[in-house]
């Protein structure tokens, strides 16, 4: 198997049993995101403890890539500060758009998407739920602080 076919199967295991689907029942800070070009949308909730991601969860429908990043991204924040938050939101971001990336191990499954790339169409997709994430922060106030 090749690291495309890898990729692949990563993407599509999120998509078919995504991975924090729901809604948090106490969250701190909630955030929409909505692609108009191709009608995504996703739904974030998130709880923050001693400036950590506690727990996060979406909700949202549309395209595999769309619903796969969330589940994924869900996954490699939970636990982590927010700085590192940050950290990984500008690595995921430059990943997407430049399809380069600093530190594979750090990246673990969502070095995936690093093919998204090489179809602009579709980086708005893999980038829904980070920029409901950050927005999602920016409401806590924990987006400014370090």
């Known amino acids: 198997m090749g690291l495309d076919d890898l990729y692949q199967e990563i993407i599509l295991e999120h998509y078919k049993s995504p991975?924090?689907?729901?809604?948090?029942?106490?969250?701190?800070?909630?955030?929409?995101?909505?692609?108009?070009?191709?009608g995504d949308e996703i739904s974030l909730s998130l709880q923050?403890?001693?400036?950590?991601?506690?727990?996060?969860?979406?909700?949202?429908?549309?395209?595999?890539?769309?619903?796969?990043?969330?589940?994924?991204?869900?996954?490699?924040?939970?636990?982590?500060?927010?700085?590192?938050?940050?950290?990984?939101?500008?690595?995921?971001?430059?990943?997407?758009?430049n399809g380069e990336i600093t530190d594979v191990d750090e990246m673990e499954e969502l070095a995936a998407f690093q093919g998204v790339s090489e179809f602009p169409t579709r980086v708005k997709c893999a980038m829904l739920a980070w920029n409901a994430l950050k927005d999602g922060l920016e409401k806590t106030g924990e987006e400014k602080d370090e």
Do not use: Y
Request: proline share 3%.
């Open 19 to 38: 991975k924090n689907r729901g809604s948090l029942k106490e969250p701190d800070a909630t955030a929409e995101g909505h692609n108009p070009f191709c």
């Open 48 to 97: 923050l403890k001693d400036g950590h991601v506690h727990d996060i969860a979406f909700n949202g429908s549309g395209c595999a890539i769309s619903q796969a990043s969330a589940s994924v991204m869900t996954e490699a924040v939970k636990g982590k500060s927010v700085a590192k938050v940050r950290e990984l939101f500008d690595k995921f971001s430059q990943m997407i758009k």
